[in-house]
């Protein structure tokens, strides 16, 4: 797990609730055709406990991905339909970046020692993202939304989350073994991630303090905005750092099971000083009732 852009795994059991199905997926598709790729870190950019190597070839057959993160307009309409609580909202709490609470400090409920940038705070969830009193933007990516979450979105959508391999070639766009969506080099502002001192001070040279609307900056080749930065995007995968020395060629799905679900694209916390997980093969993971202010999902058909 990258602990700058992510809290520790809470101890905490999830909050199962059923949903009901029938729901209508609004969002944009991107058709991804059916193709072969080289997964995985080409550059030696990963760390080695991301498991980003070897790289291998995987066939995907055809499918379509959101062009965006779901966004909270597309969650409010979700919980609108099912009265779903997130596991945030079960729970009382969830992760906010220390610079953009907002509310009373008796609504901190603690920090991580080893992350002390993240606050446990009553009241943040996917609509107050930064604690209690504050609004979130219908166009921004839906936060402060587990793995669970995620899962019960899709239930009622009729979708499912993209399978890692899914993810990375939909965000390649492409584009064989480059590190970014557009190319190999960070020219320019292509993405949302932090600009100056992490984890005390950002020049917002991006446009963003924290989220971006999820049509910033330009689409990759394929159509999908924001693959990197912006949020962390759940996948359908458990998460495991030697699993590529061992992955099918055909569809991989990842390991039968584990205690983390995998994470990929970086966020607006990632700096390239601390975190440099804004690529396309970076890995990241967490355990699957974590809600934290950066993390989102997209969903696939």
Request: proline fraction near 9%.
């Amino acid at each position: 797990m990258s602990a700058c852009c992510q809290p520790p795994g809470p101890a905490r059991e999830p909050v199962p609730s059923a949903v009901p199905g029938g729901g209508v997926h609004l969002l944009e598709q991107a058709l991804i055709p059916a193709q072969t790729f080289a997964m995985g870190d080409a550059h030696g950019d990963g760390a080695r406990p991301d498991g980003e190597t070897p790289v291998h070839a995987v066939h995907l057959e055809a499918f379509s991905i959101d062009a965006t993160p779901v966004t909270v307009a597309d969650f409010a309409r979700f919980v609108a339909a099912t009265g779903y609580r997130t596991e945030a909202e079960a729970f009382g709490y969830s992760a906010v970046f220390h610079l953009f609470f907002t509310g009373s400090p008796d609504d901190v409920l603690g920090r991580p020692p080893q992350t002390p940038w993240w606050l446990g705070v009553r009241g943040a969830d996917w609509a107050h993202p930064s604690g209690p009193g504050s609004t979130a933007a219908p166009d921004h990516p839906a936060v402060h939304v587990s793995w669970h979450d995620a899962q019960a979105y899709c239930a009622w959508a009729g979708r499912r989350l993209p399978t890692e391999a899914e993810w990375e070639c939909a965000a390649r766009g492409g584009l064989a073994g480059l590190r970014y969506p557009w190319g190999d080099e960070l020219d320019g502002v292509r993405c949302n991630i932090w600009q100056g001192t992490f984890p005390v001070h950002n020049t917002f040279e991006d446009g963003f303090r924290a989220t971006a609307p999820v049509r910033s900056y330009e689409p990759n080749a394929y159509g999908l905005w924001q693959p990197v930065g912006n949020v962390w995007e759940w996948c359908a995968d458990w998460f495991d750092a030697g699993y590529y020395a061992r992955s099918p060629l055909e569809n991989p799905a990842g390991p039968a099971s584990g205690s983390a679900r995998v994470l990929r694209g970086g966020s607006y916390l990632c700096h390239e000083s601390y975190c440099n997980r804004y690529r396309n093969a970076a890995r990241s993971s967490n355990t699957p009732d974590s809600s934290m202010g950066n993390a989102g999902f997209r969903t696939v058909a």
